[in-house]
């Protein structure tokens, strides 16, 4: 039977600040269709709030709209479509925001973060199914965002946007998972494949970043750099284990940082999605280092590189999107580290909060006053 669900539903961008005056979300009650085949209901529990979302609301990554938002997530499933036999109810998961098909050509090379069908569904608002879940009798369709629609009492998703997991793990804390561990922990070990006693430095410190920080001290870099510009979330790394902190608004900040790692990091990790940002990452870089950036900046920024320094010095530049992870892989085995101690990202949380006070926890997240605020639902 369809149920009813209470979402939080975007239906356009451009809504000036503070949102919590302007309130670009609305909380609204939507109706869910049945799961059909390879897809199940999952009562949310808990949701995180990132800039992924931040980013659709102000506009700088376009969506079809009205949209319900949201894309890292925890619950419970509470019905399966006919042909699941993995997953049953009561189960707990963990959604990924990029559903993979199995057989398209980056599935079939194991690189289930590049699936092409999963990639198209994302763009279009729907599911990888290619319908939408939502039931719609006045007024217009409603999308998914990436599959998920997190920021809700209930989503109807694809199979292969879940996880399972364990259900000794709080909600709250399996929700960082989805997105913040995996993207930041990942682009670490998966994207860069970090070793031991090398050198990283980290820019942006919201929740990909300091997971990127948490995952470089698991890997055994060092030393372990944190830039940013807002000096709470310096002194936030700083407890977490940075050896180094260096504010970005600093004019010698490039400079501080590469005599901090004798020339240049070996990885420098951009997570600001901010192209002056990458531009600084670049800069930060040895000879013969790394670049990665898993930031996404909004779709027409550029870089511009010195090609005589990217064959001279044999630079690299790779981009990693969901930490080059394959989830069902990645999400126990990060778990499993937070449990033994090694990947502590619960301090990443900032606080809680209800689905009716999302709009003024935006507000906190674009002033660069939170790390990750979890919806509880």
């Given at each position: 039977?369809?149920?009813?669900a209470?979402?939080?539903?975007?239906?356009?961008?451009?809504?000036a600040t503070?949102?919590?005056?302007?309130?670009?979300?609305?909380?609204?009650?939507?109706?869910?269709?049945?799961?059909?085949?390879?897809?199940?209901?999952?009562r949310?529990?808990?949701?995180?709030?990132?800039h992924?979302?931040?980013?659709v609301i102000?506009?700088?990554?376009?969506?079809?709209?009205?949209?319900?938002?949201?894309?890292?997530?925890a619950?419970?499933?509470?019905a399966?479509?006919?042909?699941?036999?993995d997953?049953?109810?009561?189960?707990h998961?963990?959604?990924v925001?990029m559903?993979?098909?199995?057989?398209?050509?980056?599935?079939?090379?194991?690189?289930p973060?590049?699936?092409?069908a999963?990639?198209?569904?994302?763009?279009?608002?729907?599911l990888?199914?290619?319908?939408?879940?939502?039931?719609?009798?006045?007024?217009?369709q409603?999308n998914h965002?990436?599959?998920?629609?997190?920021?809700?009492?209930?989503?109807?998703?694809?199979?292969?946007?879940?996880v399972?997991?364990?259900?000794d793990?709080?909600?709250e804390?399996a929700?960082l998972?989805?997105?913040?561990?995996?993207?930041?922990?990942?682009?670490?070990?998966?994207t860069?494949?970090?070793?031991a006693?090398?050198?990283?430095?980290?820019?942006?410190?919201?929740?990909?970043?300091?997971a990127?920080?948490l995952?470089?001290?698991?890997?055994g870099a060092?030393?372990?750099?944190?830039?940013?510009l807002?000096p709470?979330?310096?002194?936030?790394?700083a407890?977490?284990?940075a050896?180094?902190?260096?504010?970005?608004?600093?004019?010698?900040?490039?400079?501080?940082?590469?005599?901090?790692?004798?020339g240049?990091?070996?990885?420098?990790f951009?997570?600001?999605?901010?192209a002056r940002?990458l531009?600084?990452?670049?800069?930060?870089?040895?000879?013969?280092?790394?670049t990665?950036?898993a930031?996404?900046?909004?779709?027409?920024?550029?870089?511009?590189?010195n090609i005589?320094?990217?064959?001279a010095e044999?630079?690299?530049?790779?981009?990693?999107?969901i930490?080059?992870?394959?989830?069902?892989?990645?999400?126990?085995?990060?778990?499993?580290?937070?449990?033994?101690?090694r990947?502590?990202?619960?301090?990443?949380?900032s606080g809680?909060?209800t689905l009716d006070?999302?709009?003024?926890?935006?507000d906190?997240?674009?002033?660069?006053?939170?790390?990750r605020?979890?919806?509880?639902?």
């Amino acid at each position: 039977m369809p149920v009813t669900a209470r979402a939080a539903i975007l239906e356009q961008t451009g809504h000036a600040t503070p949102y919590a005056d302007s309130q670009p979300l609305k909380i609204r009650e939507v109706t869910l269709d049945d799961p059909g085949a390879g897809e199940v209901r999952v009562r949310i529990k808990a949701a995180g709030l990132c800039h992924s979302d931040l980013s659709v609301i102000n506009g700088d990554r376009p969506r079809p709209l009205p949209m319900a938002l949201g894309h890292e997530a925890a619950g419970i499933v509470e019905a399966v479509g006919p042909d699941i036999d993995d997953l049953t109810v009561g189960d707990h998961v963990v959604m990924v925001f990029m559903p993979s098909c199995g057989h398209c050509g980056p599935c079939a090379e194991g690189r289930p973060a590049l699936c092409e069908a999963g990639a198209a569904a994302n763009l279009e608002g729907r599911l990888l199914s290619g319908r939408r879940a939502f039931v719609c009798e006045d007024g217009p369709q409603l999308n998914h965002h990436l599959g998920c629609s997190a920021f809700a009492t209930h989503a109807v998703v694809s199979r292969r946007s879940l996880v399972k997991i364990d259900k000794d793990l709080s909600f709250e804390h399996a929700a960082l998972f989805g997105c913040a561990v995996l993207t930041g922990v990942g682009a670490v070990v998966n994207t860069a494949q970090l070793r031991a006693g090398q050198s990283a430095v980290v820019i942006g410190l919201g929740g990909v970043g300091l997971a990127a920080v948490l995952g470089a001290l698991a890997a055994g870099a060092s030393p372990v750099v944190a830039v940013d510009l807002n000096p709470d979330k310096l002194a936030l790394a700083a407890t977490l284990g940075a050896v180094h902190t260096v504010n970005a608004a600093d004019p010698d900040a490039v400079d501080q940082v590469r005599a901090l790692t004798r020339g240049g990091a070996d990885f420098a990790f951009e997570m600001a999605g901010s192209a002056r940002a990458l531009d600084a990452a670049w800069k930060m870089t040895r000879r013969g280092g790394t670049t990665v950036t898993a930031g996404l900046p909004p779709p027409d920024a550029v870089l511009a590189v010195n090609i005589v320094s990217l064959v001279a010095e044999e630079r690299t530049l790779k981009g990693a999107y969901i930490g080059t992870c394959v989830p069902s892989r990645d999400i126990p085995r990060f778990i499993g580290l937070f449990k033994d101690g090694r990947l502590p990202v619960d301090r990443l949380m900032s606080g809680t909060l209800t689905l009716d006070q999302i709009n003024g926890a935006f507000d906190a997240l674009a002033d660069g006053m939170a790390v990750r605020q979890i919806v509880h639902l």
